[in-house]
């Protein structure tokens, strides 16, 4: 049997997050169709978290005007959903007098964006404010308005958000058909299960096992990511093609954390904006990335030449930077489209079929004025067969987790007082409670693996990167879920740590 929706998104990254946190303020079934065991697995987990100011995009470009609303949206939407966010400021950095014109290109080019408050600085006037930038430094293009945000927190808040306001996500269904049927479109999915034991968990070939579900919608919405254009070219003659673009990066711990204040960029090539060196939110310092176009699309291993890259062009920008510091690597896919902009709305000749895709940086910064922009082109598409209303009873706001270490003693104590588990520290690096992670798994989407917990709370984001506190997790996520230890995953699928007894 088909389950019937208004609307379907596929992709629980940022940008179908905020989609689906738009289309729930009005009175329509909605669901988004994920194939990861968790929202935030694809793009969204595997990026710098810059909020960027606007001035990067070409002048008239969709970048240009996404990214300026949504960096003046974000500190609004941090308090509304309770995400970190901090507005620290950006510096675009130029090392040679011949390259000073590109820099005021990047300021006009600002300008016309609307971007407030840019400033080009003297080498001088740059070490003033960040005493750790190279002496090779000769200008600087200053961005007040830049900031940065916790990329697992922006996502999980507007997920959640529209969770609370009746969006349905379905995770572990990989979409594997969509067909254009009289006015509905029918989409046809592969279900796995979260939980099988590993001897069942594939068909003997690698591939996982799933069930057949079948979707129909009056409107799709294309948030894929990096495979966008598997999913356009199913309906439409005019092809797009997406290029993952790999990027590298390198986490540095929390003891060089204030080594720069801002976010420091290096005057932008054909590949991206180059490597940045920025403080997190949570207080690391992070370097990256690198941009290789691949052609696998889970292609995300990190590599010695891609690390060592990285690091020995943020020497450049900044002095004192050891690569001793690093506590781990990861790295991501960027979905670039070739013609280099995003691709935003409804499929010509497949209507009903809306394109959300091509969503490379500054995406993340984008997502809270892509997900309006989008939410209008939907509803006006559902306007044409009958009134779209907005809800009266729409949930604007969201509560976060409680995080024990940016509480007050006495904010703590009280916490405690009300539930003994926030007292029983699991994770000692981040400072991560018992509380917390039971929290995490009962929260409007729970998490149900290890990187779920981690993305929610941190429990294994430090110094020893999960190695003490890991098992003691595992214990708790088998405990709420009401399954065996062994069958606990890392990220779902077959990436389970226990095996079974020794004895």
């Given at each position: 049997?088909?389950?019937?929706?208004?609307?379907?998104?596929?992709?629980?990254?940022?940008?179908?997050?905020?989609v689906?946190?738009?289309?729930?303020?009005?009175?329509?079934?909605?669901?988004?169709?994920?194939?990861?065991?968790d929202?935030?697995e694809?793009?969204?987990?595997?990026?710098?978290?810059?909020?960027?100011?606007?001035?990067?995009?070409?002048?008239g470009?969709?970048?240009?005007?996404?990214?300026?609303?949504?960096?003046?949206?974000?500190?609004?939407?941090?308090?509304?959903?309770?995400?970190?966010?901090?507005?620290?400021?950006?510096?675009?950095?130029?090392?040679?007098?011949?390259?000073k014109?590109?820099?005021?290109?990047?300021?006009?080019?600002?300008?016309?964006?609307?971007?407030?408050?840019?400033?080009?600085?003297?080498g001088?006037?740059t070490?003033?404010?960040?005493?750790?930038?190279?002496?090779?430094?000769?200008?600087?293009?200053?961005?007040?308005?830049?900031?940065?945000v916790?990329?697992?927190g922006l996502?999980?808040?507007?997920?959640?958000?529209?969770?609370?306001?009746?969006?349905?996500?379905?995770?572990?269904?990989?979409v594997?058909?969509?067909?254009?049927?009289?006015?509905?479109?029918?989409?046809?999915?592969?279900e796995?299960?979260?939980?099988?034991?590993?001897?069942?968990?594939?068909?003997?070939?690698?591939?996982?096992?799933?069930?057949?579900?079948e979707?129909?919608?009056?409107?799709?919405?294309?948030?894929?990511?990096?495979?966008?254009?598997?999913?356009?070219?199913?309906?439409?003659?005019?092809?797009?093609?997406?290029i993952p673009?790999?990027g590298?990066?390198?986490?540095?711990?929390?003891?060089?954390?204030?080594?720069?204040?801002?976010?420091?960029?290096?005057?932008?090539?054909?590949?991206?904006?180059?490597?940045?060196?920025?403080?997190?939110?949570?207080?690391n310092?992070?370097?990256?990335?690198?941009?290789e176009?691949?052609?696998?699309?889970?292609?995300i291993?990190?590599?010695?030449?891609?690390?060592?890259?990285?690091?020995?062009?943020?020497?450049?920008?900044?002095?004192?930077?050891?690569?001793?510091?690093?506590?781990?690597?990861?790295a991501?896919?960027?979905?670039?489209?070739?013609?280099?902009?995003?691709?935003?709305?409804?499929?010509?000749?497949?209507?009903?079929?809306?394109?959300?895709?091509?969503?490379?940086?500054?995406?993340?910064?984008c997502?809270p004025?892509?997900?309006?922009?989008?939410?209008?082109?939907v509803?006006k598409?559902?306007?044409?067969?009958?009134?779209?209303?907005?809800?009266?009873?729409?949930?604007?706001?969201?509560?976060?987790?409680?995080?024990?270490?940016?509480?007050?003693?006495?904010?703590?104590?009280?916490?405690?007082?009300?539930?003994?588990a926030?007292?029983n520290?699991?994770?000692?690096?981040?400072?991560?409670?018992?509380?917390?992670?039971?929290d995490?798994?009962?929260?409007?989407?729970?998490?149900?693996?290890?990187?779920?917990?981690?993305r929610?709370?941190?429990?294994?984001?430090?110094?020893?990167?999960?190695?003490?506190?890991?098992?003691?997790?595992?214990?708790?996520?088998?405990?709420?879920?009401?399954v065996?230890?062994?069958?606990?995953?890392?990220?779902?699928?077959?990436?389970?740590?226990?095996?079974?007894?020794?004895?």
């Amino acid at each position: 049997m088909k389950a019937m929706y208004d609307v379907l998104i596929i992709g629980a990254g940022v940008t179908g997050s905020a989609v689906a946190r738009e289309l729930s303020r009005y009175n329509l079934k909605i669901a988004v169709l994920e194939r990861a065991s968790d929202i935030c697995e694809g793009t969204s987990k595997a990026n710098s978290g810059i909020v960027h100011a606007g001035h990067d995009a070409k002048p008239g470009s969709l970048k240009a005007k996404l990214n300026v609303a949504g960096s003046q949206m974000m500190e609004a939407l941090s308090k509304e959903l309770d995400f970190s966010y901090r507005k620290n400021g950006s510096l675009v950095l130029c090392f040679d007098e011949a390259q000073k014109g590109a820099l005021e290109k990047l300021y006009q080019q600002g300008i016309e964006n609307g971007v407030k408050n840019l400033k080009v600085l003297t080498g001088d006037e740059t070490r003033q404010l960040e005493p750790e930038i190279s002496d090779t430094v000769v200008a600087a293009l200053y961005a007040p308005e830049g900031g940065i945000v916790c990329p697992f927190g922006l996502t999980i808040a507007l997920a959640e958000n529209a969770a609370m306001n009746g969006v349905e996500f379905i995770l572990n269904t990989e979409v594997k058909n969509i067909e254009k049927i009289g006015h509905e479109y029918q989409v046809i999915a592969e279900e796995y299960e979260p939980f099988v034991s590993q001897t069942d968990c594939n068909k003997g070939d690698g591939t996982p096992r799933g069930n057949r579900k079948e979707y129909e919608a009056q409107v799709v919405v294309n948030c894929a990511g990096v495979y966008a254009d598997v999913f356009h070219n199913m309906v439409s003659e005019e092809k797009i093609h997406i290029i993952p673009r790999k990027g590298e990066y390198c986490l540095m711990d929390k003891n060089v954390g204030k080594l720069v204040d801002k976010t420091i960029f290096q005057l932008p090539t054909a590949l991206g904006k180059g490597v940045l060196v920025t403080p997190t939110v949570h207080g690391n310092l992070l370097v990256g990335p690198s941009a290789e176009d691949v052609e696998d699309h889970e292609e995300i291993s990190t590599t010695a030449n891609g690390l060592s890259g990285i690091l020995d062009k943020a020497a450049l920008s900044v002095k004192q930077l050891s690569n001793r510091q690093t506590i781990t690597s990861f790295a991501g896919l960027r979905a670039h489209e070739e013609k280099g902009d995003f691709v935003i709305g409804e499929v010509k000749g497949a209507e009903g079929f809306v394109d959300v895709a091509g969503i490379e940086s500054p995406g993340l910064t984008c997502a809270p004025a892509t997900g309006q922009y989008v939410a209008d082109i939907v509803t006006k598409i559902l306007g044409r067969t009958g009134e779209v209303k907005e809800k009266t009873d729409f949930i604007a706001t969201r509560k976060g987790i409680p995080h024990i270490s940016e509480l007050s003693m006495e904010e703590r104590q009280k916490l405690i007082r009300e539930n003994p588990a926030y007292g029983n520290i699991i994770c000692r690096c981040e400072m991560v409670t018992e509380g917390e992670i039971r929290d995490a798994i009962k929260g409007p989407i729970g998490a149900k693996t290890l990187d779920g917990v981690k993305r929610r709370t941190r429990a294994g984001m430090g110094r020893c990167q999960a190695g003490f506190c890991s098992p003691k997790t595992v214990a708790i996520l088998a405990e709420e879920l009401g399954v065996p230890e062994e069958q606990i995953t890392k990220c779902g699928g077959a990436s389970r740590f226990l095996y079974g007894d020794t004895k």
